[in-house]
């Protein structure tokens, strides 16, 4: 049987930041994906935002993570070169109750710990985006773009460098302990069983399923998986706006907003829809319900000017209907397997909080932060 030191399943943003910390810290590593590629799934079809963590319930793990992860972030793009811009978003009331609810935001966000807001009237807001309809607005100068496939190559480089290793088409099968190690059964065309002292389960959509195949972990500690489809559209013409456009936030979700990626180009979403398996078709016709939802802060959007982009899921761990969830993230304090450390529910701000969970699960493995 062949032997590591660390073992990371899934190479997402969230395993390639995990490997990269491990590595850097002198652990041997070996990333299995099952995929060809890394960040195929989630990490590659999402809006590419840098959040501020406006609105993550206070003390909780994404508050946490997201507030520590955005300078980190940021940081990383300019010391390795990494396309990104802060360039702001507008969180943007249409109606006078909605004008009403911007202030609770502004203060929830301030009671995290975000920096960069400021109340602007529909006059001032106006000014900073002239198409702009709203009664007024709250401007977060600290949320900006990325190019996330960029960023994920520039941590492969650097696991590489540290000597971390890379497993592609090799799908985690199972694991069992044994000796004070864990037995890994890895498939593929190589299949083989690989034996290691530290286990990472950063499976992302899949995570709760690589947790139930790992023998000796209760059920009772593995969330069950659910997928929220987020389907996103473009515009055949170019939005007139400069920033990141979100109305106020609605029961279940943060409505359809405008995100622009490092081209300039523009993306509505999401409309979300709950779904049983991968599927990642996006239907033209569910364009009609963003019309109202776009027009109701640009009203100048043209009839059939929409068009599908892409779609993406995120790795929910609650039902439809529960309003957040938080990361969850396990290590044996919690489940009591030595050696194993669970990722559930690493949905957005995952991208933004990836450095920061990375040193968070390297801290609990034994490696210092």
Same mark, same amino acid.
């Given at each position: ?22 590595? /850097? ?143 592609? /088409? ?81 029961? @279940? @979700? ?75 993230? /396990?290590?044996?304090? /919690?489940? @009591? ?33």
């Amino acid at each position: 049987m062949e032997k590591t030191d660390c073992i990371v399943v899934g190479a997402g943003v969230i395993g390639l930041a995990v490997a990269r910390q491990l590595a /850097q810290a002198g652990r041997e590593v070996i990333v299995v994906e099952a995929a060809s590629a890394i960040g195929t799934m989630t990490s590659s079809r999402n809006s590419e935002v840098i959040h501020a963590g406006i609105y993550y319930a206070r003390d909780s793990l994404m508050a946490r993570m997201c507030l520590e992860g955005r300078p980190a972030l940021y940081r990383y793009c300019r010391e390795h070169g990494v396309p990104h811009r802060a360039i702001g978003k507008l969180i943007v009331a249409t109606t006078a109750p909605e004008a009403e609810r911007v202030e609770g935001i502004r203060a929830r966000a301030g009671a995290n710990g975000v920096e960069g807001l400021r109340l602007l009237s529909a006059t001032e807001a106006r000014r900073l985006e002239p198409a702009l309809d709203c009664r007024a607005a709250l401007f977060s100068s600290a949320t900006g773009i990325l190019d996330s496939h960029a960023f994920m190559l520039a941590l492969q480089g650097d696991a590489e460098a540290d000597g971390a290793a890379f497993a592609f /088409q090799a799908p985690f099968l199972g694991a069992t302990a044994r000796h004070g190690r864990l037995a890994c059964a890895i498939g593929g065309t190589a299949a083989m069983t690989l034996s290691c002292r530290l286990l990472v389960n950063a499976a992302g959509l899949h995570a709760p399923e690589v947790a139930r195949n790992i023998a000796g972990l209760a059920p009772e500690h593995i969330p069950p998986a659910f997928f929220a489809k987020g389907n996103y559209f473009s515009c055949r013409v170019r939005p007139p706006f400069s920033h990141l456009i979100y109305p106020v936030p609605e029961p @279940g @979700g943060l409505g359809v907003h405008l995100t622009l990626d490092m081209a300039g180009e523009a993306r509505f979403g999401p409309d979300v829809e709950w779904i049983d398996r991968e599927d990642y078709a996006v239907d033209p016709a569910r364009a009609a319900r963003f019309y109202p939802a776009i027009r109701r802060y640009w009203p100048d959007l043209p009839e059939h000017a929409l068009v599908p982009a892409y779609s993406g899921i995120r790795p929910k761990i609650v039902p439809p209907g529960v309003a957040t969830q938080d990361f969850v993230i /396990q290590g044996p304090d /919690q489940h @009591g397997l030595d050696g194993v450390i669970n990722l559930f529910g690493i949905e957005s701000p995952g991208l933004t909080s990836s450095l920061a969970i990375a040193r968070y699960v390297a801290a609990i493995s034994g490696v210092p932060r």
